[in-house]
């Protein structure tokens, strides 16, 4: 059974940074491609950034230069560290894995950006 959990929510200032984790159990982590979306107040969720199996990474151009993906295969561990956060970045942050089928989704963690 596919178990996505993320943690790291929080409220924060304009500027500040946060980090969020995604920890992965019942599957072979490693093999997956994973990332995280996001679904803002009132819209649509949207891709912010993901990493192969291999490591190649993509990020959306709203957050380039600000956040940053990275995994933990020996710790089936996903993370998302995000700097100089704005007030558009305020969203249900959801961690996603996906390996050459439907993606397995987290219950998703909020995080709001306000001063």
């Known amino acids: 059974q596919v178990q996505l959990v993320e943690s790291g929510e929080g409220l924060v200032q304009p500027g500040e940074s946060l980090k969020l984790s995604c920890a992965a159990s019942?599957?072979?982590?490693?093999?997956?491609?994973v990332g995280w979306y996001r679904q803002p107040p009132g819209k649509q969720r949207e891709l912010v950034a993901q990493?192969?199996?291999?490591?190649?990474?993509t990020m959306t151009d709203s957050v380039k230069g600000r956040f940053a993906i990275s995994r933990d295969n020996a710790k089936n561990m996903l993370y998302l560290q995000m700097n100089n956060l704005k007030s558009e970045d305020t969203a249900v942050y959801y961690c996603?894995?996906?390996?050459?089928?439907?993606?397995?989704w987290g219950q998703g963690t909020q995080v709001t950006v306000s001063s």
């Open positions: 990493i192969t199996r291999d490591g190649a990474t």
């Open positions: 019942g599957i072979s982590f490693e093999h997956y491609a």
């Open positions: 996603f894995a996906s390996f050459l089928g439907p993606r397995n």
